[in-house]
């Protein structure tokens, strides 16, 4: 299956978990992908995997947090691949800290990465989707739709990710841009992996979690979500946020 041959995708977060995960699936359909991470050897990586299967790719080193970066790596890579068809914000951040001892440096760290770098992208690269009739795919989160104790900053943080992306379904769904989310429950990648091993000491930041009826997602399966929005099979569907979290927010 080619879904998106001779067509341009950007990923942040390229570098591991599902944004790499999401970056090698797109590639095997036929996507050129500019694989955006503010490690730029770990993104590096994901394209040489991508390369060694016969696909295009191209590693952008960014702070998605910060406009300027953002800036510089979009003209980048549209001076390298052209207008993208289809952009993937993956890239993001996790906190698991009592309100009390959340510091503002925290707090600004995860908004910063997980809202605004996903306004940032979305903004920098609006003007090219609307000449390609393109789409954006962001991620939520499960917590953005269900609170946890000591996760006020990511709860916060992708409950306006969901809302961000039905605003923009809204806005530009009569320029041609569709515009939609993917919810990840628990998944096996690096970034939640600390979580899971925390000791009880922070038992309590565990506590209540709920627990997937198919077990723990693997990176893989959130991105073959993702291609399957990404594609003009979906070309109906914009404003969803789209679980993929094995029952949990059932």
């Given at each position: 299956?080619?879904?998106?041959?001779?067509?341009?995708?950007?990923?942040?977060?390229?570098?591991?978990?599902?944004?790499?995960?999401?970056?090698?699936?797109?590639?095997?359909?036929?996507?050129?992908?500019?694989?955006?991470?503010?490690?730029e050897a770990g993104a590096e990586q994901t394209c040489v995997q991508i390369r060694a299967s016969g696909g295009t790719a191209r590693a952008y080193a960014c702070d998605v947090s910060?406009?300027?970066?953002?800036?510089?790596?979009?003209?980048?890579?549209?001076?390298d691949f052209g207008d993208p068809h289809v952009v993937c914000n993956v890239a993001g951040v996790v906190s698991a800290s009592?309100?009390?001892?959340?510091?503002?440096?925290?707090?600004?760290?995860?908004?910063?990465?997980?809202?605004?770098?996903?306004?940032?992208?979305?903004?920098?690269?609006m003007p090219a989707l609307k000449r390609t009739g393109g789409n954006i795919v962001n991620t939520g989160s499960r917590l953005g739709v269900n609170g946890r104790s000591y996760r006020a900053a990511y709860c916060a943080s992708k409950a306006g990710v969901h809302l961000l992306t039905k605003a923009l379904a809204l806005e530009f769904a009569d320029q041609g841009v569709r515009v939609n989310a993917v919810l990840p429950g628990a998944t096996r990648t690096a970034m939640a992996?600390?979580?899971?091993?925390?000791?009880?000491?922070?038992?309590?930041?565990?506590?209540?979690?709920?627990?997937?009826?198919?077990?723990?997602?693997?990176?893989?399966?959130?991105a073959a979500a993702v291609a399957f929005i990404a594609s003009d099979e979906m070309r109906y569907m914009t404003g969803s946020i789209v679980a993929v979290d094995g029952g949990v927010t059932a």
């Open positions: 299956m080619r879904r998106f041959e001779d067509r341009t995708a950007v990923v942040t977060g390229a570098a591991s978990g599902i944004g790499r995960a999401t970056a090698i699936r797109l590639a095997s359909e036929g996507a050129r992908v500019a694989c955006v991470d503010v490690d910060d406009p300027e970066r953002v800036t510089a790596a979009t003209q980048a890579l549209l001076a009592p309100l009390e001892e959340l510091s503002f440096a925290e707090w600004q760290r995860v908004i910063g990465v997980n809202l605004t770098g996903t306004f940032l992208v979305c903004q920098a690269l992996q600390p979580a899971a091993d925390s000791p009880p000491s922070r038992t309590r930041m565990s506590a209540g979690a709920p627990r997937s009826p198919l077990g723990l997602g693997e990176p893989e399966d959130v």
